[in-house]
C-alpha cells in the first residue's frame, strides 16, 4: 500500500504549512507545493499526482479555477480537486463548478475538514460516492488503482501489483507480491469495477490478475501466479481459457 | 260618275283595315275581365301569367316567345288553346294572315272567347279574300257572342258582316248589319268607331247611289269625327266630304275640306313627328334618370365611405381609450407594488439598521475587552506575572473566537439576504460533519468540562448544501455551549421520522429558556431579538440564520426547553434517496 501524492497550489505560506502538516500527520505525501499557476502546470506535469488541493484564488486572481479548467480539457489528465476558498462568492463557485468533479472546502478549516474533503474529492471524481463514510465498503476503483481507506487515511494500490484477490465474507483479501492485506468491499462490486479483460473471475471466491499468470495445469485446475502461489479453478469458471490467446 | 264610285271605293278600302286594325288596338273589357280570372286561376304556370301580361301590353313578340314556352311544357287543354288564342292574336296583329288563321283553328270547340276567335277568323279571311268563309265566321261568331251577351263586341262583328256582304255585293243585307252596327255602336262604343260605322254605311250608300243618304252619314261622321282626337279618323272624314262636295260641284267647299283633309294627315305626320320626339325625350329622360341613379349610387358609396370611416375611428377611438384605461390601471397597480416594495423595503432597512447598532455594540464590548485583557497581560509580562498569562491568553482567544463567530454569522446573514450565498445539495456524511464541528470546540468544551457526545449513526447520508449545515451546527453547538453549565452534557442523535426525513436532535443539559422566548425565537418576523441575558454576547442572530437555512435545505426548525433542565432542538432535514 502506497501513500497518496497531494499536490498544493496555495500561494500563502502558512497555510500550505498547515496543510502539510495535517497532511503528513495522516500518511498522506506531499508530491509539491506550487506558488502559482504556471508552477503548478509544471509540477503537475512532473510529479505523480492522486489528488490536487488548489486555492481558488492565487494573488487575488482566481488563477486556481483557470488551473483546473485547463486540466480538465485534456483528456485523462484530470485528477480529483479540492477547492479551498475564504469567499462564498456565488460567481465563483458557479465557475468551480463547471469543473466538475470537486470539493469545496472553506477556510478556516480544521483537520477532518481537509481529509473529509480529499475523500469526497476521490469519491465524486470516480462516481462511487458515500464509500469511505459507510460501513459496508472503504474502496474507491479506479483504472489503475485501488484507494482503500485505512482509519483516518486513504491509501492506495496499484492494480498491477495485485496478483488475487480473493473473497472472504464481507471482506477481500488483495494479494500483491510484496503484502497481503484486507479491504471492505463485496466480490460482486469490485468485479463490476475492475477491468474484466484483465482481471479473469475463475472461481466462486477469487479474480486473478491475467497478467500474473505464470501456469495453468488444467488437469489439477490449479493456476500458478507469479510468486509461486497456487489458486484452485472453479469447475465453471474455465470458460476465460478460450478467451485468451494460446501459443501451443 | 264611274270616276266617283271608284273614288268612293278606293275610300272605302282604305277604311275597312284601319278600322279592322283600330278594333284590337283597345283590349276588350269582357277579354281582359276572362284573362284575368285565367291568370289567377293558373298562377302557378309562371309561362302562361307572362304570355298574357304581355299580350294585355300588346307586347306580341314577348307574348308570343312565352306562349310557346307556355306550350312546350303544359298538357293543360285550356291553357294551350289560351296560348293559340294569344298566338293567333298575334299574327293577326302583326298581319300574318295564314299563321293566324293555323293557330286560331288549333283552339278546341269548348273556348270561353270562341266569339272573338271566330271573329278574327272572319277578318283574316276577309283580309284575303275569301268572303263566304269570312262570312261563316262572323256567323258563327254573332251567334256566340249573342250567346254570351257581349253586346259591344257584337257591334265588331256586325260591321264585320256588313263589310262582306258590301264585297258580296248583297247590299240590302248589308245595310242590314251596318245599321245593327250604328245602333250598336251608338248605345255602347265610342265616337271614333261611330264615327266609323257612320263613314261605312255612308260608302254602301253611295254604293247604291241613294246620295242623299250618303251624304247624311257622311256628314254624321264628319261631325262625330270633329270630336275626335284621331287625326286618321279626322283626315278620312274631311277627304270623304271633299270628295262628297266635289260630287255635288260644290268646288269651293271641296277644296276647304281637302285642305282640311291635308292638315289632318299632316297633323297625323306631325303626331308621329311628336311620338319620335316623345320617344327622344322619354330616352333623354332615362338617361337623364340614368345619370341620377349614377350620381346617387357614387353619393350612396360616399356615405358608405365616410360611415365606414366613422365606424373605424369609433373602434380606433374604443380602442385608444380601452388602451389608456389599460394602461392607466396599470400604472395604479404599478403603484401600488412600489408603496408595497417600499414599505417592505424601509422595514428591512430599519432591520438593518437594528442589526447594525446590535452588531456595533456587542463588536465594540468584545474588542473592548480584548483591549483591557491586553493591556492586563502586558502588565502581567511586565510584572513577570506568568501564572496569569496562559489564562489571560486562553480569555483574549476565547474572546475573538466569540466575535470570529459573530462575524462569520454577519457575513452568512448578509449573503443570504442578498442572495448571493452558493447553495448546492449533496450527499453528507452526518457522523463526520458532527465530528468537524465538534473539533473546533473541543477547548471550550474542556474549559467548561462538558460532556460531548456524538450519537449519530455512521451509515446516515444527508441531502443537503454541505457549508450551510455547518454553520447551523457551528451555531446551534456554540448556543449549546454557551448556555451550558459545567460539567454539562451535549449530545448529537437523530431519530427516524419516514424514508424522505430525519430528525437531527441537539441536546444540553444547560438553562433553558421559557417558552416566550422560544416563541418569540420562532418567530417568523426578521427582527432580531436583543436576550435578556445580557451577560452573554448574542443578538439572536445566529438562530435566525439556523431558522433560515434549515428551511432553504428544505428541513423544518424547532426548539423544546424547559428552563434550567435543558433545551433540544429539533432539526428534520432530508436524506439522501
Not at chain 2, 448544501?465 to 446551534?476: G, M, P, T
Request: charged share 25%; hydrophobic share 40%; aromatic share 12%.
Amino acid at each position: 500500500m502506497d501513500n497518496i501524492n497531494v499536490l498544493i497550489i496555495e500561494d500563502t505560506p502558512a497555510q500550505s504549512d498547515a496543510l502539510i502538516k495535517v497532511l503528513l500527520e495522516n500518511n498522506y505525501t506531499v508530491a509539491g507545493v506550487a506558488r502559482d499557476f504556471t508552477s503548478a502546470l509544471k509540477l503537475f506535469y512532473e510529479c505523480s499526482v492522486d489528488v490536487i488541493i488548489i486555492d481558488v484564488f492565487l494573488d487575488g486572481k482566481p488563477d486556481g479555477i483557470t488551473f483546473a479548467e485547463s486540466i480538465n480539457i485534456i483528456p485523462n489528465a484530470s485528477k480529483p480537486f479540492v477547492f479551498l476558498t475564504s469567499s462564498q462568492d456565488r460567481q465563483i463557485f458557479e465557475r468551480a463548478k463547471l469543473t466538475k468533479p470537486f470539493s469545496f472546502l472553506m477556510k478556516p478549516f480544521n483537520e477532518l475538514e481537509i481529509l473529509y474533503a480529499i475523500e469526497m474529492a476521490v469519491e465524486k471524481f470516480y462516481e462511487q460516492t458515500n464509500v469511505f463514510l459507510s460501513e459496508e465498503q472503504n474502496t474507491v476503483v479506479s483504472n489503475d488503482f485501488l484507494f482503500i481507506k485505512k482509519k483516518n487515511a486513504l491509501k492506495k494500490v496499484a492494480l498491477n501489483d495485485i496478483l488475487y484477490i480473493e473473497v472472504e465474507e464481507r471482506y477481500c483479501n488483495i494479494v500483491t507480491e510484496k503484502e497481503k492485506f484486507v479491504i471492505l468491499i463485496s466480490l460482486t462490486k469490485i468485479s463490476e469495477l475492475l477491468d474484466k479483460a484483465k482481471f479473469l473471475r475463475i472461481h466462486r471466491n477469487t479474480i486473478v490478475n491475467s497478467d500474473k499468470i505464470e501456469e495453468i495445469i488444467l488437469a489439477d485446475n490449479l493456476i500458478i501466479l507469479k510468486g509461486n502461489h497456487k489458486i484452485n479453478l472453479g469447475d465453471t469458471y474455465k470458460d476465460f481459457i478460450k478467451k485468451m490467446n494460446i501459443l501451443s | 260618275m264611274n270616276l266617283k264610285i271608284n273614288k268612293i271605293l278606293f275610300c272605302f278600302l282604305f277604311i275597312l283595315p284601319f278600322f279592322l286594325y283600330s278594333q284590337s288596338k283597345e283590349i276588350n273589357l269582357f277579354e281582359k275581365k276572362i284573362l284575368q280570372e285565367k291568370a289567377v286561376q293558373f298562377n302557378g304556370e309562371n309561362n302562361f301569367v307572362k304570355a298574357q301580361s304581355f299580350y294585355l301590353k300588346k307586347d306580341w313578340d314577348s307574348t308570343l316567345v312565352y306562349s310557346m314556352k307556355q306550350l312546350s311544357v303544359s298538357e293543360n287543354k285550356n291553357l294551350s288553346d289560351y296560348c293559340h288564342y294569344f298566338r293567333g292574336q298575334c299574327f293577326f296583329n302583326k298581319k300574318f294572315y295564314k299563321e293566324a288563321q293555323n293557330e286560331l283553328s288549333l283552339i278546341s270547340e269548348k273556348f270561353e272567347l270562341s266569339h272573338m276567335k271566330n271573329f278574327v277568323l272572319g277578318v283574316t279571311h276577309l283580309e284575303t279574300k275569301k268572303l263566304n268563309k269570312a262570312l261563316e265566321y262572323f256567323q258563327l261568331a254573332e251567334k256566340q257572342s249573342i250567346t254570351v251577351k257581349d253586346l259591344k263586341y257584337l257591334s265588331n262583328i256586325y260591321s264585320g258582316l256588313g263589310t262582306t256582304y258590301i264585297f258580296l255585293k248583297q247590299y240590302s243585307l248589308a245595310e242590314k248589319y251596318l245599321l245593327k252596327n250604328i245602333s250598336l255602336c251608338e248605345k255602347y262604343q265610342n265616337n271614333d268607331k261611330t264615327s266609323n260605322a257612320y263613314t261605312n254605311l255612308a260608302a254602301l250608300y253611295y254604293e247604291l247611289y241613294k246620295d242623299d243618304l250618303a251624304i247624311f252619314y257622311y256628314t254624321k261622321s264628319y261631325n262625330l269625327s270633329q270630336k275626335s282626337k284621331d287625326f286618321k279618323l279626322k283626315n278620312l272624314t274631311s277627304f270623304n266630304m271633299s270628295i262628297v262636295e266635289e260630287n255635288r260641284g260644290n268646288l269651293k267647299k271641296a277644296l276647304e275640306y281637302r285642305k282640311e283633309a291635308d292638315q289632318w294627315k299632316d297633323s297625323a305626320n306631325n303626331q308621329n313627328k311628336i311620338w319620335a320626339i316623345a320617344e327622344l325625350e322619354k330616352k333623354f329622360a332615362v338617361a337623364q334618370k340614368q345619370k341620377q341613379i349614377k350620381v346617387l349610387k357614387v353619393e350612396n358609396q360616399l356615405k358608405n365611405n365616410q360611415r365606414n370611416g366613422l365606424f373605424v375611428s369609433a373602434i380606433v377611438l374604443l380602442l385608444l381609450l380601452t388602451s389608456g384605461v389599460y394602461f392607466y390601471a396599470q400604472k395604479v397597480k404599478n403603484a401600488k407594488t412600489i408603496l408595497i416594495q417600499r414599505n417592505k423595503l424601509d422595514q428591512l432597512n430599519n432591520h438593518k439598521d437594528q442589526l447594525f447598532s446590535i452588531v456595533s455594540h456587542d463588536l465594540r464590548s468584545s474588542v473592548n475587552a480584548l483591549k483591557t485583557s491586553n493591556s492586563k497581560l502586558s502588565d502581567s509580562l511586565q510584572t513577570k506575572n506568568y501564572e496569569q498569562l496562559n489564562q489571560l491568553i486562553t480569555q483574549n482567544s476565547s474572546i475573538a473566537n466569540d466575535t470570529y463567530s459573530l462575524l462569520d454569522n454577519l457575513l452568512h446573514w448578509a449573503m443570504l439576504q442578498t442572495k448571493q450565498l452558493y447553495f448546492h445539495k449533496e450527499s453528507v456524511h452526518l457522523y463526520s460533519i458532527v465530528q468537524q464541528i465538534e473539533y473546533n470546540y473541543k477547548s471550550l468544551l474542556q474549559e467548561k468540562e462538558i460532556r460531548f457526545e456524538n450519537l449519530v449513526p455512521k451509515n446516515i447520508f444527508l441531502f443537503v448544501d454541505l457549508d450551510s449545515l455547518k454553520i447551523i451546527f457551528r451555531n446551534l453547538l456554540d448556543n449549546a455551549i454557551k448556555f451550558s453549565k459545567q460539567n454539562g452534557e451535549i449530545r448529537f442523535y437523530t431519530a427516524e421520522v419516514n424514508s424522505e426525513f430525519l430528525q437531527i436532535i441537539i441536546e444540553d443539559s444547560g438553562i433553558g429558556m421559557s417558552e416566550n422566548t422560544i416563541s418569540e425565537l420562532l418567530q417568523d418576523s426578521e427582527t432580531l431579538v436583543k436576550k435578556n441575558n445580557s451577560e452573554i454576547i448574542g443578538t439572536g442572530l445566529g438562530l435566525q440564520l439556523c431558522k433560515q437555512m434549515t428551511a432553504k435545505n428544505g428541513g423544518t426548525f424547532s426548539i423544546e426547553s424547559e428552563i434550567n433542565k435543558g433545551t433540544k432542538i429539533i432539526l428534520t432535514l432530508p436524506k439522501i434517496k
